[in-house]
């Protein structure tokens, strides 16, 4: 699905379209720019990025409204700053085409907002990307598109025992096939309820993966459901030589860790 917004962004760029390449999360959005790299007639930003960025263009920022505090700042008063800049009369803030990603994180009242950026909003284009069983937060699913959606239906990502272990869990009618590899068998590693026996277990996998099988320290991501600065990992003493640390640092000693739901949309070769 994003490698398909990626390509259609590019290649829309390149056919001579001001593109616009979104998403909610701000890690898949700096994935995205590292991806496509630097194109002209591309830009590449998280809905609320691009918020910030004309906010500041126009002058929004300074009114008033414009405060962090507010329970309504990141979904009504943020969006309005691209109604701002799209009623300002300058044609830099609009775009041909827009293409968006994980849709199913975002509001039903941001697509208006971005439908106002489109230079023609009867003849440009949007592409709308999502998946229904990732939705994580309390919002409606509610597309801006009259047409049925085209159904991806072939995994291409995943190896054919992840497929096996997490397709249960997946809610649809529509009948899915893995063209993955074979790979490895997932494990499952099981610990009791205290930091001790967790962090027995992870040093013993991440030993394991790093020192029996060569797996690159870089390649491995900890996931945990609230990160380094809630239990379980909180507090927890590092599992055996290695430190988990909140982005890739490259170092052969440090583990990258985040949350299950910031890591959405992204991709490691060896997920823990």
């Not at 085209?150 to 899915?176: E, G, H, M, W």
Request: charged share 25%.
């Amino acid at each position: 699905k994003t490698l398909l917004a990626m390509r259609k962004a590019q290649q829309l760029a390149d056919e001579g379209f001001q593109v616009l390449l979104t998403c909610y999360n701000r890690n898949l959005g700096e994935e995205l720019a590292r991806s496509v790299g630097r194109r002209a007639r591309l830009k590449v930003r998280t809905f609320h990025g691009l918020c910030r960025e004309y906010a500041a263009s126009t002058g929004y920022d300074h009114q008033g409204k414009w405060d962090e505090n507010r329970d309504d700042f990141f979904e009504s008063v943020m969006p309005e700053a691209l109604l701002e800049a799209a009623t300002s009369g300058d044609k830099s803030y609009r775009f041909d085409a827009i293409i968006a990603d994980e849709g199913q994180d975002f509001s039903p009242s941001w697509w208006t907002a971005l439908e106002l950026l489109l230079t023609d909003p009867k003849s440009g284009v949007f592409y709308i990307f999502f998946d229904d069983n990732q939705l994580l937060y309390p919002r409606q699913l509610s597309l801006p598109v009259e047409e049925l959606p085209f159904a991806l239906t072939v995994n291409c990502r995943n190896t054919q025992p992840i497929y096996q272990k997490l397709t249960r869990f997946y809610k649809s009618d529509l009948k899915l096939r893995c063209k993955g590899p074979q790979g490895r068998d997932v494990g499952i590693n099981l610990y009791e309820d205290n930091p001790i026996s967790l962090r027995a277990t992870l040093t013993e996998v991440l030993a394991r993966l790093i020192y029996a099988e060569a797996v690159r320290p870089e390649d491995v991501v900890l996931l945990s459901p609230g990160g380094l600065d809630k239990p379980p990992l909180a507090r927890l003493a590092p599992p055996g030589s290695f430190r988990l640390v909140p982005g890739r640092s490259g170092s052969s000693s440090e583990i990258y860790s985040t949350t299950i739901r910031l890591f959405k949309g992204l991709e490691s070769p060896v997920a823990v």
